[in-house]
């Protein structure tokens, strides 16, 4: 059921650091950078945080990051949520304010992968012998072999293609190259997508997002503390924020679902912002493989059922069309340091609803979306007003 | 008998991959999959249930045994995996009739993107194969599936 908070909040600051590999630097170092950022985003001080949500896949470091940046004694909460850790770290900073409880909050997610990738559960079978290990004698938990499957599912449907796949990442990468936050910044064609190495058929190398090291941190404020601070001009209003888990499915015994969390948040999103998906200027979406991009137009309303890939053909995503979808190059050139991802999704529709975008900016853009999906399975959506 | 003879005289067994999979003593009946059914609701699962996540029921439940055929829901083709996992190999979702959906190898074909296309939403048959030793020498005994004839 969809749960209209006690009032309104807003977004007065976002940061993210450039997503990247930095081993010579510590995640506390990077979320640390992120922080600073925001704050200086939104013209504050740590002393005016009054509540921080923590978001890392590998470690509880919340606190650590406010010993690095300053320490207030205030509640610090970690969480920890596959995917949709950064975004669900947030959402813990936006009720905080939403409910009444609290005036200002911040969400950060940050994490660092290295070149280790953190492809899902390798589980070990029976009294720990490695011999009852499922994978890849009884299909694979694996995340690029998960979402290439929920590809070839909507093929199976609608006949999609490989060729239709790989047109998401060309839109991306060619996005990416306006975004200095971008751990690549390099456009592909066709050609070079389709015949990149094969990952796990029907994503190619550059249909899968990299792995790396990056953190992002947004600011909550209520609607009088927006005032009070003369943020109206660059405050954003969280129109919904709204956190799901799958439902239960036929399949779900066998396959975690990327299609049905994210379509029960949208309902849910759409119904307590009063916004539908014709309405979308830009949406940041979990494009973890090109496969799953496509997917979620239908999933969102972007586009009729099986109708996604023509919409993508036509342009109606690109930076331009009706709505631009992953502006930023998405996950796919932007990057996935995994507990990092959601933060920095609600940040880049931050900077598209301002018009801070640079070369990457959606004309005229006043309402956005940022999906996160974590197979675990959880989905965020948040709808952003300006 | 002291513990050492006792291992060495024990004799190789064949032992499934995961509790659903039942491998029955006799050689003339086959393997087979088994789950529960809610009585409330009717959904099913594979293997054993304490509560059914659709309907929420506790602890009421028939058991079942899976048929042999279902239907290819899903599948890719997997190039790169974790260390130590042998590819390609054919990663693919089976639709059971019975309402639930496994997580399998698809086998008897070839990993090639023409021909497996072709074979979603049809039908395809269960079987068995050995894929491991374990420490103790056993056989370890997983399900596939295959295009069925």
């Known amino acids: ?386 | 008998m002291t513990q050492a003879s006792e291992t060495e005289t024990k004799e190789k067994q064949q032992k499934p991959i995961v509790n659903y999979l039942k491998l029955p003593d006799s050689p003339d009946e086959k393997p087979y999959l088994w789950g529960s059914r809610c009585k409330a609701c009717g959904a099913a699962y594979l293997g054993p249930r304490l509560a059914c996540a659709r309907c929420f029921a506790v602890g009421d439940f028939d058991e079942i045994r899976f048929g042999d055929e279902g239907t290819l829901k899903t599948f890719t083709i997997v190039h790169q995996s974790a260390p130590g996992i042998e590819v390609p190999f054919i990663a693919a979702i089976v639709d059971l009739p019975e309402g639930t959906a496994v997580r399998c190898n698809l086998g008897g074909i070839e990993p090639d993107p023409e021909k497996l296309v072709p074979l979603l939403g049809k039908k395809v048959e269960m079987y068995t194969e050995k894929v491991r030793e374990d420490r103790e020498g056993n056989d370890v005994i997983a399900f596939k599936y295959r295009p069925a004839n």
């Not at chain 1, 993210?16 to 001080?45: C, F, H, Q, W």
């Not at chain 1, 694979?140 to 609608?158: E, N, T």
């Open chain 1, 1 to 386: 059921m969809p749960v209209k908070p006690a009032r309104d909040a807003y977004i007065i600051g976002v940061g993210m650091v450039k997503y990247g590999r930095y081993p010579d630097k510590s995640v506390v170092d990077l979320a640390t950078e992120a922080v600073i950022a925001a704050l200086k985003d939104a013209n504050l001080t740590m002393k005016d945080i009054q509540m921080v949500g923590s978001g890392n896949l590998s470690a509880p470091i919340g606190q650590a990051i406010m010993r690095s940046v300053g320490q207030t004694g205030v509640p610090v909460v970690n969480v920890s949520n596959a995917c949709a850790t950064g975004s669900t770290a947030c959402r813990e900073a936006y009720f905080s304010v939403a409910s009444g409880a609290f005036d200002i909050a911040m969400g950060i997610g940050s994490e660092q992968m290295g070149k280790a990738g953190l492809l899902g559960a390798g589980r070990i079978g029976a009294m720990g012998d490695l011999a009852y290990i499922p994978e890849g004698v009884m299909g694979s938990q694996l995340m690029p072999p998960v979402f290439s499957q929920w590809g070839v599912d909507h093929m199976r449907k609608y006949g999609t293609t490989f060729e239709d796949f790989a047109r998401v990442a060309y839109k991306n990468h060619k996005n990416s190259v306006h975004n200095p936050y971008a751990q690549y910044q390099q456009e592909f064609s066709m050609e070079e997508i389709m015949n990149a190495r094969m990952i796990s058929w029907p994503n190619t190398l550059y249909m899968c997002c990299p792995t790396g090291d990056g953190a992002g941190a947004v600011i909550y404020a209520s609607a009088d503390k927006v005032r009070q601070l003369g943020l109206s001009s660059k405050a954003v209003k969280v129109a919904a924020c709204v956190l799901t888990s799958d439902p239960w499915s036929e399949s779900g015994n066998a396959i975690l679902d990327i299609n049905l969390c994210t379509r029960l948040a949208v309902k849910e999103a759409y119904e307590i912002a009063g916004i539908g998906p014709e309405d979308l200027d830009a949406v940041e979406l979990h494009d973890c493989f090109a496969t799953a991009e496509l997917l979620h137009y239908e999933n969102m309303g972007l586009a009729p059922e099986g109708e996604g890939a023509r919409y993508l053909k036509e342009g109606k995503f690109d930076i331009g069309g009706k709505t631009a979808v992953n502006a930023s190059g998405g996950l796919l050139s932007r990057g996935h340091p995994l507990g990092a991802t959601g933060a920095c999704g609600i940040s880049e529709i931050v900077w598209q609803l301002r018009g801070e975008a640079g070369g990457r900016q959606q004309p005229n853009a006043k309402v956005g979306l940022a999906h996160v999906i974590g197979l675990t399975s959880a989905c965020t959506v948040n709808i952003m007003v300006k």
